[in-house]
């Protein structure tokens, strides 16, 4: 068997004795095997400890130059994917799904160095690809209202997503954090959530605001009619809300009203709002979960010229002054 899948599966072991999510672990694995295929059908390469510097550069040019979707890990999910569909295949891959696949790979190498399967990591002095970020829209009052409009909350389903929205607009929530939340988790009194499914797998609180507070009674009581679910936000059927559903729905009404609104565009513009309404970086990065105020600004310093005149007017020593 190719030792390099071997190593691979070790990896993927490791991952899951760490709690890695679901998510990460996912994005490993198939990077991984899609760089697996490349050395083997292009490099003749089959262990680990063969790779060195050029072979990874080398791949990095090699993607570059197939563009996307014409290469996978396994060929029999060609036609489960509907890639015969998609108008997008062998378009640039963008710089910052290249950057994930480098960081990807580097951490399994740091593995198999950590763990003396090789003897020199074959990552070290490659130049680290500088992912692209998009500027993610600040939605106005009125296209915010728009979208909340559209859904029609005497439905279980669109009252649920409704609810899950204002959410994270009032709060920073991730979408994954907040399917998972029971009613033990809801503070309505001093307007504290407690989320234990989180990123980083520690617990933190984030706080929401009165007329968040009144709408989480009303979601509350309404739910209660419905079903007994142990989750806030259940399915139909009172299992865990997938998160694809929401963006589903967020997708489908946001077509409605010609908007393209996204759940981790809300928790942007949650802390894109919070900075210019005047709140620091440092409570900001508390609330978000980051793990340093430069991770938060590092995400959320992508204010259009715009948006800084808005929080400059604000702001203006001579606006404020009496003078």
């Known amino acids: 068997m190719n030792k390099f899948l071997i190593e691979i599966d070790r990896y993927m072991y490791d991952c899951t004795d760490r709690n890695l999510s679901t998510k990460t672990m996912r994005s490993y694995d198939q990077t991984l ?13 089959d262990k680990p400890e063969q ?7 080398a791949y990095f040019t090699y993607i570059r130059e197939r563009g996307k979707y014409n290469a996978l890990a396994d060929d029999s999910m060609r036609d489960v994917n509907g890639l015969h569909n998609r108008g997008d295949v062998g378009r640039p891959v963008s710089e910052t799904t290249l950057a994930n696949y480098q960081r990807n790979i580097a951490a399994f190498f740091s593995y198999l160095y950590r763990e003396k399967a090789i003897r020199k990591n074959p990552c070290e002095g490659i130049e680290k690809i500088k992912p692209q970020r998009k500027v993610k829209a600040l939605l106005s009052e009125n296209e915010l209202a728009l979208f909340f409009r559209s859904f029609d909350v005497s439905k ?11 959410m994270i607009l009032d709060t920073g929530c991730r979408i994954g954090e907040l399917v998972s939340i029971m009613p033990s988790d809801i503070d309505l009194r001093n307007g504290a959530l407690l989320l234990r499914n989180t990123k980083s797998k520690h617990e933190r609180f984030v706080y929401f605001s009165h007329k968040m507070g009144s709408n989480l ?6 739910r209660d009619r419905y079903t007994n679910s142990q989750y806030v936000f259940p399915s ?4 865990m809300l997938d998160i694809r559903t929401v963006g589903a729905s967020f997708k489908r009404h946001s077509k409605l009203v010609g908007l393209d609104v996204q759940p981790h565009q809300l928790r942007n513009n949650f802390a894109k709002y919070y900075l210019l309404n005047g709140g620091d970086w440092s409570t900001l990065s508390r609330i978000l ?10 995400a959320y310093l992508d204010f259009t010229d715009q948006e ?16």
């Not at 760089?35 to 390469?45: A, D, H, N, V």
């Open 51 to 57: 790779v060195k510097s050029e072979h990874i550069r």
């Open 308 to 323: 800084v005149g808005r929080k400059y007017q604000k702001h203006s020593p001579l606006n404020n002054l009496d003078i």
């Open 217 to 222: 009674r009303s979601w509350l009581e309404y």
């Open 289 to 298: 979960g980051h793990s340093s105020v430069d991770v938060t600004q590092q």
């Open 33 to 45: 095997r899609l760089f697996q295929r490349y050395l083997t059908e292009k490099q003749s390469i």
């Open 236 to 239: 139909i059927k009172g299992n």
């Open 156 to 166: 279980f389903h669109e009252f649920r997503t409704w609810i899950i929205a204002r």
